[in-house]
T-cell receptor, first 114, second 115 residues
Framework: DTGVSQDPRHKITKRGQNVTFRCDPI?????LYWYRQTLGQGPEFLTY????????KSRLLSDRFSAERPKGSFSTLEIQRTEQGDSAMYLC????????????FGSGTQLSVL | DQQVKQNSPSLSVQEGRISILNCDYT??????FLWYKKYPAEGPTFLIS?????DKNEDGRFTVFLNKSAKHLSLHIVPSQPGDSAVYFC??????????????FGQGTILTVHP
Protein backbone atom coordinates (compact mmCIF):
# COMPACT_ATOMS: atom_id res chain seq x y z
CA ASP A 1 0.00 0.00 0.00
CA THR A 2 1.83 3.05 -1.28
CA GLY A 3 -1.03 5.44 -0.64
CA VAL A 4 -2.68 7.88 -3.02
CA SER A 5 -0.20 9.78 -5.17
CA GLN A 6 -0.79 12.96 -7.12
CA ASP A 7 1.28 14.64 -9.76
CA PRO A 8 2.41 17.36 -10.03
CA ARG A 9 2.59 18.71 -6.48
CA HIS A 10 2.60 22.27 -7.72
CA LYS A 11 1.50 23.87 -10.98
CA ILE A 12 1.83 27.51 -11.95
CA THR A 13 0.11 28.54 -15.15
CA LYS A 14 -1.06 31.61 -16.95
CA ARG A 15 -4.71 32.45 -17.30
CA GLY A 16 -6.21 30.81 -20.35
CA GLN A 17 -3.86 27.84 -20.41
CA ASN A 18 -4.98 24.23 -20.00
CA VAL A 19 -3.67 22.09 -17.15
CA THR A 20 -3.95 18.40 -16.35
CA PHE A 21 -3.43 16.65 -13.02
CA ARG A 22 -2.96 12.97 -12.38
CA CYS A 23 -4.02 10.81 -9.45
CA ASP A 24 -3.00 7.23 -8.73
CA PRO A 25 -5.30 5.70 -6.11
CA ILE A 26 -4.60 2.82 -3.77
CA UNK A 27 -4.59 -0.17 -6.08
CA UNK A 28 -7.50 -2.16 -4.66
CA UNK A 29 -9.78 0.86 -4.28
CA UNK A 30 -12.77 1.01 -6.60
CA UNK A 31 -13.80 4.58 -5.86
CA LEU A 32 -11.81 7.67 -6.70
CA TYR A 33 -12.79 11.20 -5.70
CA TRP A 34 -11.67 14.69 -6.62
CA TYR A 35 -11.99 17.51 -4.12
CA ARG A 36 -10.93 21.14 -4.24
CA GLN A 37 -9.73 23.18 -1.30
CA THR A 38 -9.30 26.95 -1.24
CA LEU A 39 -7.55 28.95 1.44
CA GLY A 40 -9.39 28.97 4.74
CA GLN A 41 -11.99 26.46 3.61
CA GLY A 42 -12.44 22.74 3.90
CA PRO A 43 -12.24 20.46 0.88
CA GLU A 44 -15.25 20.56 -1.45
CA PHE A 45 -16.45 17.56 -3.41
CA LEU A 46 -16.05 17.83 -7.19
CA THR A 47 -16.66 14.40 -8.70
CA TYR A 48 -16.20 10.70 -8.16
CA UNK A 49 -15.69 7.46 -10.08
CA UNK A 50 -16.79 3.92 -9.38
CA UNK A 51 -14.19 1.99 -11.33
CA UNK A 52 -14.12 3.72 -14.74
CA UNK A 53 -17.61 5.22 -14.51
CA UNK A 54 -17.98 8.84 -13.47
CA UNK A 55 -21.09 8.71 -11.32
CA UNK A 56 -21.56 12.27 -10.15
CA LYS A 57 -20.30 15.76 -10.79
CA SER A 58 -20.78 18.67 -8.42
CA ARG A 59 -22.24 21.91 -9.73
CA LEU A 60 -18.86 23.36 -8.76
CA LEU A 61 -17.43 21.53 -11.76
CA SER A 62 -17.93 23.88 -14.68
CA ASP A 63 -17.80 22.83 -18.32
CA ARG A 64 -14.12 23.75 -18.36
CA PHE A 65 -13.38 20.84 -16.05
CA SER A 66 -13.22 17.25 -17.21
CA ALA A 67 -12.15 14.13 -15.39
CA GLU A 68 -11.44 10.66 -16.63
CA ARG A 69 -10.51 7.34 -15.15
CA PRO A 70 -9.67 5.03 -18.03
CA LYS A 71 -9.61 1.35 -17.14
CA GLY A 72 -10.60 2.18 -13.59
CA SER A 73 -7.04 2.83 -12.46
CA PHE A 74 -5.46 6.29 -12.42
CA SER A 75 -7.50 9.42 -13.01
CA THR A 76 -6.83 12.75 -14.68
CA LEU A 77 -8.47 16.09 -14.04
CA GLU A 78 -8.16 18.66 -16.81
CA ILE A 79 -9.01 22.33 -16.55
CA GLN A 80 -9.35 24.18 -19.83
CA ARG A 81 -8.92 27.93 -20.22
CA THR A 82 -7.87 28.38 -16.62
CA GLU A 83 -9.10 31.37 -14.65
CA GLN A 84 -7.63 32.97 -11.55
CA GLY A 85 -10.55 31.62 -9.56
CA ASP A 86 -9.36 28.10 -10.33
CA SER A 87 -6.36 28.62 -8.04
CA ALA A 88 -6.74 26.03 -5.30
CA MET A 89 -5.45 22.76 -3.92
CA TYR A 90 -6.88 19.85 -5.90
CA LEU A 91 -7.12 16.73 -3.76
CA CYS A 92 -7.66 13.19 -4.90
CA UNK A 93 -8.93 10.46 -2.58
CA UNK A 94 -9.80 6.81 -2.91
CA UNK A 95 -11.78 4.20 -1.06
CA UNK A 96 -13.17 0.70 -1.47
CA UNK A 97 -16.71 2.05 -1.74
CA UNK A 98 -18.52 0.56 1.24
CA UNK A 99 -20.65 2.13 3.92
CA UNK A 100 -19.06 4.26 6.61
CA UNK A 101 -15.50 4.00 5.46
CA UNK A 102 -12.74 6.56 5.45
CA UNK A 103 -11.24 8.22 2.42
CA UNK A 104 -7.52 8.14 1.83
CA PHE A 105 -6.29 11.45 0.45
CA GLY A 106 -3.27 12.26 -1.63
CA SER A 107 -1.03 15.24 -0.91
CA GLY A 108 -2.79 17.32 -3.53
CA THR A 109 -1.80 19.49 -6.47
CA GLN A 110 -1.51 23.19 -5.68
CA LEU A 111 -2.61 25.19 -8.72
CA SER A 112 -1.75 28.86 -9.09
CA VAL A 113 -3.23 30.72 -12.04
CA LEU A 114 -1.48 34.01 -12.76
CA ASP B 1 -25.13 27.25 2.56
CA GLN B 2 -22.51 25.98 4.99
CA GLN B 3 -23.97 22.69 6.18
CA VAL B 4 -21.00 21.85 8.40
CA LYS B 5 -19.49 24.61 10.50
CA GLN B 6 -16.45 24.86 12.67
CA ASN B 7 -16.91 28.19 14.35
CA SER B 8 -13.50 28.37 16.01
CA PRO B 9 -10.82 29.17 13.43
CA SER B 10 -8.06 28.42 15.93
CA LEU B 11 -7.38 26.85 19.31
CA SER B 12 -4.28 27.04 21.46
CA VAL B 13 -3.60 24.61 24.32
CA GLN B 14 -0.74 23.62 26.56
CA GLU B 15 0.94 20.24 26.13
CA GLY B 16 -0.68 17.63 28.35
CA ARG B 17 -4.00 19.43 28.58
CA ILE B 18 -7.22 18.57 26.79
CA SER B 19 -8.02 19.94 23.33
CA ILE B 20 -11.70 20.20 22.44
CA LEU B 21 -12.63 20.94 18.84
CA ASN B 22 -16.24 21.60 17.98
CA CYS B 23 -18.36 21.13 14.89
CA ASP B 24 -22.02 21.90 14.13
CA TYR B 25 -24.12 20.71 11.24
CA THR B 26 -27.48 21.72 9.86
CA UNK B 27 -28.48 18.80 7.63
CA UNK B 28 -30.31 16.19 9.70
CA UNK B 29 -29.79 13.66 6.90
CA UNK B 30 -26.11 13.29 7.79
CA UNK B 31 -25.54 9.94 9.48
CA UNK B 32 -21.77 9.46 9.46
CA PHE B 33 -19.16 11.89 10.71
CA LEU B 34 -15.39 11.94 10.43
CA TRP B 35 -12.48 13.99 11.70
CA TYR B 36 -9.43 14.57 9.55
CA LYS B 37 -6.10 16.16 10.43
CA LYS B 38 -4.07 18.11 7.91
CA TYR B 39 -0.45 19.21 8.07
CA PRO B 40 0.83 21.90 5.69
CA ALA B 41 1.60 20.62 2.19
CA GLU B 42 -0.02 17.25 2.92
CA GLY B 43 -3.43 15.80 2.27
CA PRO B 44 -5.97 15.26 5.05
CA THR B 45 -5.36 12.19 7.19
CA PHE B 46 -8.24 10.29 8.78
CA LEU B 47 -8.39 10.45 12.58
CA ILE B 48 -11.63 9.01 13.87
CA SER B 49 -15.26 8.61 12.86
CA UNK B 50 -18.67 8.04 14.38
CA UNK B 51 -21.95 6.71 13.10
CA UNK B 52 -25.20 8.39 14.06
CA UNK B 53 -26.29 5.28 15.96
CA UNK B 54 -23.57 6.03 18.53
CA ASP B 55 -22.91 9.01 20.74
CA LYS B 56 -19.26 8.32 21.49
CA ASN B 57 -16.30 6.69 19.82
CA GLU B 58 -12.85 6.42 21.31
CA ASP B 59 -9.47 5.62 19.81
CA GLY B 60 -6.47 6.10 22.03
CA ARG B 61 -6.09 9.77 22.88
CA PHE B 62 -8.94 10.75 20.55
CA THR B 63 -12.63 10.66 21.43
CA VAL B 64 -15.48 11.93 19.30
CA PHE B 65 -18.84 12.80 20.84
CA LEU B 66 -22.05 13.17 18.84
CA ASN B 67 -25.14 15.00 20.07
CA LYS B 68 -27.76 14.42 17.38
CA SER B 69 -30.45 16.53 18.97
CA ALA B 70 -28.11 19.52 19.02
CA LYS B 71 -26.54 18.60 15.66
CA HIS B 72 -23.17 18.96 17.30
CA LEU B 73 -20.03 16.88 17.48
CA SER B 74 -16.76 17.40 19.25
CA LEU B 75 -13.30 15.91 19.17
CA HIS B 76 -11.40 15.56 22.42
CA ILE B 77 -7.66 15.01 22.44
CA VAL B 78 -6.21 13.95 25.78
CA PRO B 79 -3.41 14.54 26.51
CA SER B 80 -2.51 17.00 23.79
CA GLN B 81 0.96 16.76 22.29
CA PRO B 82 2.96 19.27 20.19
CA GLY B 83 2.76 16.85 17.25
CA ASP B 84 -1.02 17.29 17.29
CA SER B 85 -0.58 20.83 16.00
CA ALA B 86 -2.38 20.84 12.66
CA VAL B 87 -5.63 21.87 10.99
CA TYR B 88 -8.57 19.69 12.01
CA PHE B 89 -11.56 19.23 9.76
CA CYS B 90 -14.86 17.63 10.61
CA UNK B 91 -16.81 16.09 7.77
CA UNK B 92 -20.25 14.60 7.34
CA UNK B 93 -21.83 12.12 4.97
CA UNK B 94 -25.41 11.24 4.04
CA UNK B 95 -26.62 7.65 3.88
CA UNK B 96 -26.93 5.64 0.70
CA UNK B 97 -24.49 4.08 -1.74
CA UNK B 98 -24.24 7.12 -3.98
CA UNK B 99 -23.30 9.23 -0.95
CA UNK B 100 -20.37 7.11 0.21
CA UNK B 101 -17.28 9.27 0.11
CA UNK B 102 -19.13 12.45 -0.75
CA UNK B 103 -18.07 14.34 2.33
CA UNK B 104 -19.17 17.80 3.38
CA PHE B 105 -16.34 19.44 5.28
CA GLY B 106 -16.23 22.24 7.80
CA GLN B 107 -13.83 25.16 7.39
CA GLY B 108 -11.26 23.69 9.75
CA THR B 109 -9.77 24.64 13.12
CA ILE B 110 -6.06 25.31 13.53
CA LEU B 111 -4.85 23.59 16.69
CA THR B 112 -1.59 24.72 18.25
CA VAL B 113 -0.20 22.73 21.16
CA HIS B 114 2.52 24.56 23.07
CA PRO B 115 5.30 22.61 24.81
Amino acid sequence: DTGVSQDPRHKITKRGQNVTFRCDPISEHNRLYWYRQTLGQGPEFLTYFQNEAQLEKSRLLSDRFSAERPKGSFSTLEIQRTEQGDSAMYLCASSIGTANEKLFFGSGTQLSVL
Amino acid sequence: DQQVKQNSPSLSVQEGRISILNCDYTNSMFDYFLWYKKYPAEGPTFLISISSIKDKNEDGRFTVFLNKSAKHLSLHIVPSQPGDSAVYFCAAQRPGGTSYGKLTFGQGTILTVHP
